[in-house]
């Protein structure tokens, strides 16, 4: 796949660099079958590259471009992080309050969750049961009896298990605080003010201009992805749209306080310690994971949805952010981004 349109910054690049990259990105696109690949890098908030790299929809041949609209995800669960965090500043919200301030009518078991348990995936709370319907449309409140249903698998603050359950609640958390649909909150407190303009939360029945097709490989061969129900698709678990493009100006916001003060940014992106003050095993801030990386601190996250896979790495102390996004499910972002970050890192 030899397609490609690419943004770079006006400075001059390191043409060795600039090739490597190339050359690996469309290699591991070769070795994964990815049909499609969206790449940013960019440094101090500025873009270095934004580039595509094959085809955003194998039907047309329509090629992927900076523009191209990828779901998120995952990798938007720090938007409903960031959200949760304005209302902590605004004094809407206390992260020590326990969620049965919020769900009056909530089981005994949810009275020692609190909003930190839910930010740090240290509730007990899982992920959607094994026979959950994703071709239902549900309403809000029978999501919600859906996770009261399910018993916290360890008392909350004393273990950490990745939990999709405890960030869709935070989005009606979100809405049952501010009145407001939780996708609605983000546009007109996040994306507007950063000029986001794809960014928005999914929806398969709008026309979406330069939206992209999810894959799937079966057997080898190429499939379409798997349709869910709408509603499926607005949950604050990670259900966007996005571009590299945008998610520029997001990184770039990142290192002000435009969105969030200093501590609240500081606290998100420090691993979440529990009841016995040991740090968690997943290395979670609140909507970020948090690694050493060859002596490189970085926050990171990556997203899996509906025949798209999604990276984004911020090595915040070199001012270094990597993003892949791909419309190939069970393919590997996060292993590029590593791997592009150690060729711009490596550099002389």
């Not at 085809?55 to 990828?70: C, H, S, Y």
């Not at 549900?138 to 698998?153: F, G």
């Amino acid at each position: 796949m030899t397609l490609f349109f690419a943004i770079c910054a006006a400075e001059a690049q390191n043409p060795a660099t600039t090739a490597a990259v190339t050359d690996y990105v469309k290699a591991e696109m070769q070795r994964q079958h990815i049909p499609g690949l969206s790449l940013l890098v960019a440094r101090g908030g500025q873009i270095v590259r934004a580039e595509g790299f094959g085809l955003a929809n194998v039907e047309l041949q329509a090629p992927v471009k900076p523009e191209t609209v990828f779901q998120s995800g995952s990798v938007g669960k720090q938007f409903t992080a960031t959200a949760i965090m304005m209302l902590v500043e605004e004094g809407k919200i206390g992260l020590d309050d326990p969620l049965t301030k919020y769900f009056a009518d909530a089981p005994a078991s949810w009275k020692d969750v609190t909003v930190r348990d839910l930010l740090s995936h240290t509730a007990g709370f899982g992920d959607y049961p094994k026979d959950f319907n994703f071709r239902k449309d549900w309403t809000e409140d029978e999501l919600v009896k859906v996770v009261e249903a399910i018993p916290p698998a360890y008392p909350p603050g004393t273990k950490w298990e990745y939990s999709n359950l405890g960030y869709l609640t935070l989005g009606i958390l979100i809405h049952r605080v501010t009145g407001e649909f939780y996708g609605d909150f983000l546009q007109q407190r996040i994306f507007q003010p950063l000029s986001m303009q794809s960014t928005r939360i999914i929806s398969e029945a709008d026309i979406v201009p330069n939206r992209s097709a999810g894959y799937r490989l079966v057997k080898g061969e190429l499939k379409n992805q798997e349709w869910v129900a709408p509603m499926v698709n607005t949950t604050a678990d990670g259900s966007l749209y996005f571009t590299i493009l945008d998610l520029a100006k997001w990184d770039s916001a990142l290192y002000t306080e435009k969105l969030l003060k200093r501590p609240s940014l500081d606290l998100m992106w420090t691993p979440v310690r529990l009841k016995n003050g040991q740090p968690n095993k997943g290395n979670y801030g609140f909507g970020w994971f948090i690694e050493e990386r060859g002596g490189h601190r970085c926050i990171h996250h990556d997203g899996s949805w509906q025949g798209f896979e999604t990276a984004i790495d911020r090595y915040v102390d070199d001012q270094l952010t990597v993003v892949v996004l791909t419309n190939l499910a069970d393919s590997k972002p996060g292993d590029i981004t590593r791997h592009v970050a150690e060729i711009y890192l490596a550099e002389k």
